[in-house]
Structure formats: structure tokens, C-alpha cells
């Protein structure tokens, strides 16, 4: 791919008012999936956490965590890091492919913390602040960061304002503690704070599985646009206003993978979560057990009218 020039998250976040964002998800928010999620009326869509410096060492890691194409558009590549160095290194690797790079202070997993990453660096606002500064006098596109929120909303209004200070381009911030659980509730009150301390565009995340979701955010705190994670992988089409994944996206989904090439525990767990809320629980019982993407095919023609042979 030729280094042709991509829209720029900032572009949208500026020109559009309510925008739509899918998650940065971990094995999930990859190629196919991005464009799927295009189809549905979604705005900007963010890759999976990719880990910098293993990024910029290995042949193996470029090949197999980023791959996009024009269609991919805009694209935020969002990584793992606690040093400018490895961080501005791999933006820079694929700053002409990306539409902003995205720095990862919400990972809450155990492994990520010990590491120093993901949440830890919420704790760590001065390395934050030298990151953002490090990568944006690397790259020539948008810088942003995806927080959580403090127990205390006085550090998160701190840390949010030391990041303005050294020119973070926009912002995402979950509405959980570090150490809360995705079923917990979403704190309104501490986005709408982040929404009025900064001058920059701010996306809210955090149970958004609906459109009524998405109004009840944007009434709650007045952000410029919304993320959802699960709420995609159950219903890729929510952002079109779809309440349950219409089976035309399914379909889609299936082409486009196999289109693309897939491994098929990636294939078949997007499927269970699209058919979460469409199969009956004897049906989805069923299709849990298949293993192999030609036993999820041949399930999907005979129970569902998938047809293989259509484009
Ligand atoms: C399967 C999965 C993978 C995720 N991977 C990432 C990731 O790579 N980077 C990240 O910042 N957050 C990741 N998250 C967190 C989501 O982006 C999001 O912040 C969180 O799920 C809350 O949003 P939700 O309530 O819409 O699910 C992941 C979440 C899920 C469910």
C-alpha cells in the first residue's frame, strides 16, 4: 500500500457533531471487522491494543497485528507503551497507514499493570504527558489517549489537563475505575467533568449496547462522540439503529472474513456474540460446540440459508 493520505479522527471529531466510535478490542477490531462496522454507520474505528516496542522489534508482530487497507479509513492504531521512544518508533512505522495513533492507559489486566502499561499509567501522568509530547514531535497526525476515571475526579481532572497542556489531539474516557467491572455503572458525572475541563474533542465510553444508550450519554455529559466495545461485538449494525444484529450484517461478516483470511476461534466467537440476542438458547448451544469454519459454514447453510456460492 502506498502511503495515500488517511482521514484524520480529528477531521470528523471536528466537521461532525455525535460521532460514532468502535473499541479498540483485543483480538476482535481487526481488518473485517473494521469494515463491517463501516457498513453500519460507525465513524472512526480503533485496532486492538498493540504492544510498542514488541511492535517495533519484530517481523512477525508487524506482519500479524496491523494490516489495512484504503477502505480502512479512518483508522486509529492504538498502542501499549511506557516509553516515548518505542512509542513514537512503531507510530512511526505506521503513521503512513494510520489516521491517529492512540496511547492505552485503561488495560486493567494484571499482566498489563505489572508491565506498567494500560491503567498503571493513570497513576503515571508525567509519562503520559512525555509520551504524547515524544510522539507528536515524531508523527505528523493526531495524538490521543483512552483513560478511565480516578476513584477521586480531582486526580482525573489533573491528569486530563496535564495532557491538553502538551497537545493530546483528542481524548476517550471510560467511565470506570481501574478497579471497577464492565457491569458496574458508568460514571456520567466524571465524563461530563473531563467533557467541560478540556478544550479538545472528548468521546465517552462505557456500556453504550444501543442508541437510547448513545442520547442518554450525550444528554448526561455533552461529549462530541461515543465508543462502544461490547455493545459492537454483540451488534455490529447499533450505530445504523438496528436492536439486534440483522442477519444481512451476519452474512457480511462471514464474507468478509473468509475474504480476508480468519482463524476460526476469532470467526467463530464474533458469530456467538452476534447470534447472542438472535438465537434461541437450544440454538446457540448448538453452534458453541462447532470447531472448524467449515462445520460453522455448513451449520449457518443449513440452519440459516447462509449461501457460500454468492460474492
Ligand atoms: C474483548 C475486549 C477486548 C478489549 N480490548 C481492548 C483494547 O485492545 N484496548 C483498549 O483500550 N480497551 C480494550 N477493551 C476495553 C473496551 O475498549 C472498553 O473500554 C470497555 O469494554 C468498556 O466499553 P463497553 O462498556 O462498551 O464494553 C476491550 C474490551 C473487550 C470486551
Known amino acids: 500500500m502506498s502511503d495515500r493520505k488517511k482521514t484524520t479522527p480529528l477531521e470528523i471529531l471536528e466537521s461532525k457533531k455525535?460521532?460514532?466510535?468502535?473499541?479498540?478490542?483485543?483480538?476482535?477490531?481487526?481488518?473485517?471487522?473494521?469494515?463491517?462496522?463501516?457498513?453500519?454507520?460507525?465513524?472512526?474505528?480503533?485496532?486492538p491494543m498493540i504492544l510498542a516496542d514488541v511492535f517495533?522489534?519484530?517481523?512477525?508482530?508487524?506482519?500479524?497485528d496491523f494490516s489495512t487497507n484504503y477502505q480502512d479509513d479512518p483508522v486509529v492504531v492504538q498502542f501499549a507503551a511506557n516509553k516515548g521512544a518505542d512509542l513514537a518508533d512503531a507510530a512511526e512505522l505506521v503513521s503512513p497507514y494510520a489516521g491517529g495513533i492512540d496511547?492505552?492507559?485503561?488495560?486493567?489486566?494484571?499482566?498489563?499493570?505489572?508491565?506498567?502499561?494500560?491503567?498503571?499509567?493513570?497513576?503515571?501522568?508525567?509519562?503520559?504527558?512525555?509520551?504524547?509530547?515524544t510522539v507528536k514531535g515524531r508523527v505528523n497526525i493526531p495524538c490521543s489517549i483512552k483513560i478511565r476515571v480516578h476513584d477521586n475526579l480531582q486526580t482525573t481532572y489533573e491528569f486530563?489537563?496535564?495532557?491538553?497542556?502538551?497537545?493530546?489531539?483528542?481524548?476517550?474516557?471510560?467511565?470506570?475505575?481501574?478497579?471497577?467491572?464492565n457491569t458496574e455503572p458508568v460514571n456520567f458525572e466524571g465524563i461530563k467533568l473531563v467533557k467541560e475541563s478540556i478544550n479538545v474533542p472528548v468521546i465517552a465510553n462505557g456500556s453504550i449496547f444501543s442508541l437510547k444508550d448513545a442520547d442518554e450519554m450525550y444528554e448526561k455529559t455533552g461529549v462530541?462522540?461515543?465508543?462502544?466495545?461490547?455493545?459492537?461485538?454483540?451488534?455490529?449494525?447499533?450505530f445504523a439503529g438496528h436492536e439486534t444484529t440483522p442477519w444481512e450484517c451476519i452474512e457480511e461478516y462471514v464474507r468478509l472474513a473468509l475474504g480476508y483470511g480468519t482463524n476460526s476461534f476469532i470467526f467463530h466467537h464474533h458469530l456467538?456474540?452476534?447470534?447472542?440476542?438472535?438465537?434461541?438458547?437450544?440454538?446457540?448451544?448448538?453452534?458453541?460446540?462447532?470447531?472448524?469454519?467449515?462445520?460453522?459454514?455448513?451449520?449457518?447453510?443449513?440452519?440459516?440459508?447462509?449461501?457460500?456460492?454468492?460474492?
Open 18 to 47: 455525535r460521532v460514532n466510535v468502535c473499541a479498540p478490542m483485543v483480538r476482535y477490531s481487526k481488518l473485517p471487522f473494521r469494515e463491517l462496522v463501516r457498513k453500519y454507520n460507525t465513524d472512526i474505528v480503533y485496532t
Open 160 to 181: 486530563v489537563k496535564r495532557a491538553e497542556a502538551v497537545g493530546v489531539d483528542f481524548l476517550t474516557v471510560h467511565g470506570r475505575t481501574r478497579l471497577q467491572k
Open 224 to 238: 462530541d462522540g461515543v465508543m462502544s466495545a461490547r455493545g459492537m461485538l454483540q451488534n455490529p449494525a447499533l
Open 103 to 133: 496511547i492505552n492507559c485503561g488495560c486493567p489486566q494484571k499482566w498489563a499493570y505489572q508491565e506498567k502499561i494500560g491503567a498503571y499509567l493513570m497513576q503515571d501522568p508525567e509519562n503520559v504527558r512525555d509520551m504524547i509530547r
Open 56 to 64: 517495533k522489534n519484530s517481523e512477525f508482530a508487524r506482519s500479524s
Open 272 to 311: 456467538m456474540f452476534m447470534f447472542e440476542d438472535v438465537m434461541s438458547n437450544a440454538e446457540r448451544k448448538t453452534f458453541n460446540t462447532l470447531s472448524s469454519i467449515p462445520a460453522i459454514l455448513d451449520h449457518l447453510e443449513e440452519h440459516w440459508g447462509f449461501d457460500s456460492s454468492k460474492e
